[in-house]
């Protein structure tokens, strides 16, 4: 059984939530956080990456940084930016991209639940990115960013999702990429024990993006469990923000890969290797965005191709049948010669949000070659996590992104 439980909200005062709002961290670089807070000074990001408060001769994870950030997370909730609920609610979330909309809980998981495989994995951390979200949220004593997690849909969640959005929303606003936000609080308690106990029903959870925030929150919340051994269970460093989906309403957009050479092959030579294990099908410039597994667009010196696998590259493995493992396996391993995709300076990552037209621009500046991806389902993830395993690096782009700062979950409340 999972448990999942209310909490009291710090939010930003409801004039100000469409300024504060901000995408989430790991989403810029120092340049590009930098610009959005100077367009909006309100912008979470001040918070979320506090470097920007600094020049540039103080390094990104110094412990002044962490410590701006607390100090400005509390001095924006002592100056009336935010305010914080009086009763444990849950909220949902809403988020609307080009029509299509997603729906979710925002609540606490447990830490307990991350060890203990009720809230499952499918990708490795890095020791160095958990390091600073384990300071930000240390130091800050909240934290700051959901994590993205899914479940199997649920007619009794579904119920008071459908009952709480009759009411006036608590946000409703449209942010710069035009993704729509709103939020509804569900504080009656009728409706609040019914999440609980709809939650407490169910098995499996699983982390559909945000590994690494997931993995410091728990770590934090460990830490504070060893310096106080009288802990009961309950205190607020025992659990985790989060925001929960049903899995029938998320979308998966393609993580489309970009390759700098031909490992020293000609054009001839590479196509010749690759047509001994796919079936290929010379497009022209017509771009080409796969439309069923086993399937891959390829953009090769102005021209695109459109490759099938042979039923002998296809396994039931739910790793194995991952269609980026077919591409490593067969293409990039053991063609380009790239062994190690996290390592590997000559590959790159393109988000689906950025269309083939970004494949064609890196294809044609610094890189030599694109594939498009078919997208990785959300039944694939399942099935991954469900048995132990991890997917390759990569594997899934996640849109529209939850937004920063709009829910923050005090550790010592």
């Known amino acids: 059984m999972a448990i999942v439980k209310p909490f009291k909200c710090i939010r930003p005062r409801q004039d100000l939530a469409s300024k504060i709002a901000a995408l989430p961290y790991d989403v810029y670089n120092r340049n590009e956080a930098l610009e959005e807070v100077k367009k909006e000074p309100l912008s979470f990001l001040k918070i979320d990456r506090a470097e920007t408060q600094f020049d540039d001769s103080v390094d990104t994870y110094d412990e002044r940084v962490y410590q701006r950030a607390h100090s400005t997370l509390w001095g924006m909730i002592e100056e009336g930016l935010f305010e914080q609920d009086g009763k444990k609610c849950y909220y949902i979330y809403e988020l609307t991209m080009a029509g299509r909309a997603q729906t979710g809980i925002v609540a606490c998981a447990s830490i307990d639940d ?26 800050c ?61 169910i098995n499996d959870i699983y982390i559909a993006d945000g590994h690494h925030r997931a993995a410091s929150a728990v770590k934090v919340g460990k830490m504070r469990r060893e310096a106080n051994p009288g802990y009961t269970g309950e205190e607020e460093f025992n659990f985790f923000l989060s925001v929960l989906f049903p899995n029938d309403q ?60 042979h039923k002998n590259l296809l396994s039931e493995d739910p790793v194995e049948g991952l269609d980026v493992s077919i591409l490593q396996n067969s293409i990039l391993a053991p063609i380009l ?16 949000i950025r269309g083939l037209e970004e494949l064609e621009k890196r294809a044609g500046s610094d890189m030599k070659l694109a594939f498009s991806m078919y997208p990785t389902s959300i039944d694939e993830l399942f099935a991954v996590s469900d048995a132990n395993l991890l997917m390759p ?6 849109e529209p992104k939850l937004r920063s700062g709009l829910f923050i979950h005090s550790l010592s409340e």
């Open 141 to 201: 004593n909240a934290q700051t960013g959901p994590i993205f997690l899914a479940y199997r849909s649920n007619e009794a969640i579904n119920a008071v999702i459908e009952a709480v959005r009759q009411n006036a929303p608590v946000y409703d606003f449209t942010s710069d990429d035009g993704v729509r936000h709103a939020v509804w609080k569900i504080e009656e308690d009728s409706k609040i024990n019914a999440v609980g106990d709809a939650f407490a029903a």
């Open 250 to 309: 998320l979308m998966i957009l393609p993580y489309n890969r970009v390759v700098k050479d031909l490992n020293g092959l000609s054009r001839v030579e590479f196509l010749s290797r690759v047509g001994e294990l796919f079936e290929i099908e010379n497009l022209g410039t017509k771009a080409y965005a796969p439309e069923s597994k086993g399937c891959f667009g390829m953009f090769l010196e102005k021209e695109w191709y459109k490759l099938a696998a």
């Open 114 to 139: 991350y060890e203990n495989n009720i809230i499952k994995k499918h990708e490795n951390t890095r020791a160095d990115k958990e390091i600073d979200r384990i300071n930000h949220v240390n130091i």
């Open 393 to 398: 690096p990569k594997s899934t782009w996640f």
């Open 337 to 352: 010669g790239i062994g190690d995709p996290r390592t590997d300076k000559r590959i790159d990552f393109i988000g689906g």
